[in-house]
């Protein structure tokens, strides 16, 4: 299995521009979770789904923020519009639990300017 | 706030030597994971211990577990300049959260 996969890899856009975050979780998963982790913030939870719905999506932090799971195997983070305080790495984990093991991708690394 | 919290925050030692590293915790947990980021990837689990569980090994891990104090730590034993990374722990916050720590930077020296 090829694991979590990200795209992009690397990020930089303008301030006011939309940014598209996208996953692709491990096949056969039906928990997958986006994080974003900050140097002040460590790691944040911003919204998990279970089955495609979202479940929790209490740590997104503003109506800029919007995720999708169209299907099982593909989600999507979208950012509009960016600001710079939105610079961050933002990772995908899939699970095949609630409670069990979770598989991260190798993050989207954003900046905005 | 978070529920885990890693000490030290950073770590130094010489290849060979053992790293220890201590998590603290807030409330109940089922079962706590330590994870490994290497810089500019993501992170990966090393090991769960279930709150039933007191130790655990993996290879080189040794992870132990102490409901009592609400306390785990990680040690890594004849640590090698490929251990140098963050080390989180996590706790389950609820029955799908999972809530890190700010981690333990480890440095391995060759």
């Known amino acids: 299995d090829a694991g979590v996969i990200q795209s992009p890899r690397h990020e930089v856009t303008e301030m006011g521009q939309e940014v598209t975050l996208r996953c692709k979780p491990i096949?056969?998963?039906?928990?997958l979770f986006w994080y974003r982790q900050t140097m002040m913030r460590g790691l944040e939870l911003l919204i998990y789904?279970?089955?495609?719905?979202?479940?929790?999506d209490s740590g997104m932090p503003e109506d800029r923020f919007s995720a999708k799971m169209p299907n099982a195997s593909f989600s999507t983070l979208k950012i509009q519009p960016s600001e710079p305080r939105d610079s961050a790495v933002y990772f995908c984990a899939s699970s095949s639990g609630a409670e069990d093991i979770q598989y991260f991708g190798a993050g989207t690394r954003l900046s905005v300017l | 706030s978070q529920q885990g919290e890693e000490d030290p925050q950073a770590l130094s030692i010489q290849e060979g030597e053992n790293a220890t590293m201590n998590c603290s915790y807030k409330t109940s947990i089922n079962n706590l994971q330590w994870y490994r980021q290497n810089s500019g990837r993501g992170l990966v689990h090393l090991i769960l211990?279930?709150?039933?569980?007191r130790e655990k090994h993996s290879g080189r891990l040794r992870v132990t577990l102490d409901t009592s104090k609400k306390s785990s730590s990680l040690l890594i034993t004849a640590s090698r300049a490929a251990d140098t990374a963050s080390y989180f722990c996590a706790t389950d916050g609820s029955s799908y959260k999972l809530i890190f720590g700010s981690g333990t930077r480890l440095l391995v020296r060759p």
């Open positions: 789904f279970n089955n495609n719905v979202p479940i929790d």
């Open positions: 211990i279930r709150s039933n569980e």
């Open positions: 096949s056969g998963h039906n928990s």
